[in-house]
């Protein structure tokens, strides 16, 4: 319970089991100043009296140990029964008190750097720990979903939980390059062909699927004349693999520069 003196306005902070219902009369060892204190919170100013043995119902709010009540023996009266065993479980509370303090102390440094981290972090309470480690969670599954293409070409294996999860973690081909490249006109019966012919070839040291195989002709200005597509005679590469490829465009334009080849993704 948070007690302020009405005089100087020290705080106190006191057991509960020290105020009864009907209240308790409190010295203020600040400014001694006397005043009632009761479970609403009200406290009334008392005007200094003589004391008599039946009116033993003042204590002194110590300020230098907010955790401990002392009564106020200062006239050497003799204690209650009811005062006595207090001040006893605060003594045997302030022994216990001072004992984790020294424990503590011995305590190595890695140790009590964690306690107190723990500590700042409320993690010494359960609900604070669960919020946490919801939190940390989240974080951890943000993470692996925006990083999920760079996870996959250091560990390819991921890919396969990826896809359980039906997350696309894989550029299409990735790994996979074409080689010896080149291309062709062909009359044939008076149809002009365009033949594209070369190699896929998988130079990692895992197996690759095989994408679609995308063809498109471009104009000098790099704009986009015809596009083909062809999905390849076998599902994928081993490591150090190669396929050969081959393609035939009908009725290429004339004005066709350049041949861009790439891989996609078709259902």
């Known amino acids: 319970m948070r007690i302020f003196c009405p005089q100087c306005q020290t705080v106190y902070e006191v057991n509960d089991a020290l105020i009864p219902e009907s209240g308790r009369k ?12 009761d479970r ?17 119902e003042e204590i002194i709010i110590n300020n230098y140990d907010t955790s401990t009540v002392m009564p106020d023996n200062k006239d050497n009266e003799q204690l209650s029964e009811e005062e006595i065993s207090i001040k006893d479980i605060f003594e045997r509370l302030n022994e216990q008190s001072e004992h984790l303090f020294q424990e503590e102390q011995k305590l190595p440094f890695k140790q009590k750097f964690l306690f107190e981290l723990k500590t700042m972090l409320g993690l010494n309470r359960k609900i604070n720990f669960k919020i946490i480690g919801i939190i940390f969670g989240i974080f951890i599954i943000l993470t692996l979903y925006n990083y999920r293409y760079e996870i996959v070409r250091a560990i390819p294996f991921t890919n396969i939980f990826y896809k359980m999860l039906a997350i696309k973690a894989q550029i ?42 995308h063809v498109e002709l471009l104009d000098k200005n790099s704009m986009l ?14 490591p150090d693999e190669r396929i050969a490829i081959g393609l035939v465009i009908k009725t290429p334009s004339p004005t066709a520069k350049y041949v861009y080849m790439t891989f996609i993704e078709t259902n």
């Open 225 to 238: 004349l015809q596009s083909i597509n062809q999905k390849p005679t076998i599902k994928s590469l081993k």
């Open 172 to 213: 299409p081909g990735e790994g996979l390059e074409f080689q010896n490249v080149n291309w062709n006109y062909i009359d044939n019966n008076e149809n002009r062909i365009l033949e594209v012919k070369g190699f896929i070839n998988n130079p990692t040291n895992h197996t690759i699927d095989i994408p679609t195989v």
């Open 26 to 37: 409190l010295k203020c060892s600040n400014c001694g100043e006397i005043f009632r204190f």
């Open 40 to 56: 609403n919170g009200n406290s009334e100013s008392i005007s200094p009296k003589p004391q008599t043995q039946t009116e033993q």
